[in-house]
């Protein structure tokens, strides 16, 4: 989905949380009135990239030269809330704390090679979504990293998932999974079995998003941003402490399209981490 560039949030306030909650609420800034996102581009919530952006990549216009190809990118270079980020040394929290993940069965999905990444654009009205502290972000799109661009403890898996939300005020919360290589067969075959060209879009038929996630929902919190330009803050980032599996054909497969297409970990500078589950 492509979101207008002058959304703004939702008005509000954060008064109404309670002491016991005040730690989750400073790690997410995506709930009403605590903090503007401001203008959204690029591949993370849109279906292709932007007309008129200015080319970037992981290689010659990578991250270090994101904050000077364009003025609109100068938040990949000055922001101090960036994504990812090394998610090691979390501040534990009761599992209750989780995001509510209401996901099932889609209809069909729209895979789109965007020259950046894959990805799967879900039909309008799904009804697939996450729930923030009591915020409902609507399941847009999912897209892939490879390697991956969180790490914990300095250590990252083969590839990353990124399902990207939007509430209905625009402002974006981002669920991420860890893939790891095993087996012969993952719950990404439909999808990876064959990737389109550049600017080249593919149907895949009914997929469970349940099966991309792990059993176990023990979650990382924290703000951050886009990972690609305009590196946009304000993101309420969720990633799930557990990996899924991903083929080794699989991943040749996405690597031969593109050999790499993380963002490093970025600074932390002070922002709260915390761990809900085991």
Do not use: K
Request: net charge negative; glycine share 10%.
């Amino acid at each position: 989905m492509s979101l207008p560039s002058n959304t703004s949030p939702a008005s509000g306030g954060c008064a109404g949380f309670t002491r016991r909650r005040a730690l989750v609420a400073a790690a997410l800034l995506a709930l009403p009135g605590c903090g503007a996102i401001g203008p959204r581009s690029g591949p993370e919530v849109e279906r292709h990239p932007e007309a008129g952006a200015p080319h970037w990549d992981y290689d010659a216009d990578g991250p270090v030269r994101w904050p000077v190809i364009d003025g609109r990118y100068s938040a990949c270079g000055s922001g101090a809330r960036q994504s990812p980020i090394d998610l090691g040394h979390p501040t534990r929290v009761e599992p209750a704390e989780h995001i509510d993940i209401e996901y099932g069965s889609v209809p069909s999905l729209e895979l789109v090679n965007n020259g950046h990444t894959i990805q799967a654009n879900l039909p309008a009205g799904t009804g697939r979504h996450i729930v923030v502290d009591g915020r409902r972000f609507a399941l847009s799109q999912f897209h892939f990293h490879a390697p991956s661009e969180h790490i914990v403890d300095g250590v990252g898996a083969a590839m990353e998932l990124h399902l990207v939300h939007v509430a209905d005020s625009g402002a974006v919360a981002v669920l991420a999974v860890l893939l790891e290589v095993a087996g012969q067969r993952s719950a990404f075959g439909e999808v990876l079995a064959e990737l389109p060209q550049v600017g080249s879009t593919r149907t895949v038929g009914t997929v469970d998003l349940r099966t991309v996630l792990p059993s176990d929902h023990a979650q990382f919190r924290y703000e951050g941003s886009l990972t690609t330009p305009p590196c946009t803050e304000g993101v309420a980032w969720t990633v799930l402490r557990h990996p899924v599996t991903v083929t080794p054909d699989e991943l040749d497969r996405y690597r031969v399209r593109f050999p790499h297409t993380n963002r490093p970990a970025q600074a932390l500078n002070g922002r709260p981490v915390v761990l809900a589950g085991g």
